[in-house]
Nanobody
Framework: QVQLVESGGGLVQAGGSLRLSCTGSERTFSRYAIDWFRQAPGKERDFVAAIAWGDDTTHYADSVKDRFTISRDNAKNTVYLQMNNLKPEDTAIYFC????????????????????WGQGTQVTVSS
């Protein structure tokens, strides 16, 4: 399994933007579907967005659709999450995760389906 490191979090005002990065350590990074999850204090870790391994098919939670965009640059072993029009309810720790089995389509949502997790990056949106 790949090792993942997130970056790009911070404090932003409502309506602002941030871009998160998830960088993998292995050449095999491109073989894995990558998801973003988020966890607010006292809440469960929730799915945000996913990108498939090959054709870059993407999936989004309803709460972020049309505001967030997930993309990947396999030459840089990196997946991005562009977050626009941020809202206070987007405040959370954001984690990226690689599916346990390679060549996935980004359809898994159970946490146990993911074999690698980053350490998380804090996103805080002020009102």
């Amino acid at each position: 399994q790949v090792q993942l490191v997130e970056s790009g979090g911070g404090l932003v005002q409502a309506g602002g933007s941030l871009r998160l990065s998830c960088t993998g350590s292995e050449r095999t990074f491109s073989r894995y579907a990558i998801d973003w999850f988020r966890q607010a204090p006292g809440k469960e870790r929730d799915f945000v967005a996913a990108i498939a391994w090959g054709d870059d098919t993407t999936h989004y939670a309803d709460s972020v659709k049309d505001r967030f965009t997930i993309s990947r640059d396999n030459a840089k072993n990196t997946v991005y999450l562009q977050m626009n029009n941020l809202k206070p309810e987007d405040t959370a720790i954001y984690f990226c995760a690689a599916e346990r089995v390679p060549y996935g389509l980004g359809l898994h949502r159970e946490l146990a389906d993911f074999g690698s997790w980053g350490q998380g990056t804090q996103v805080t949106v002020s009102s």
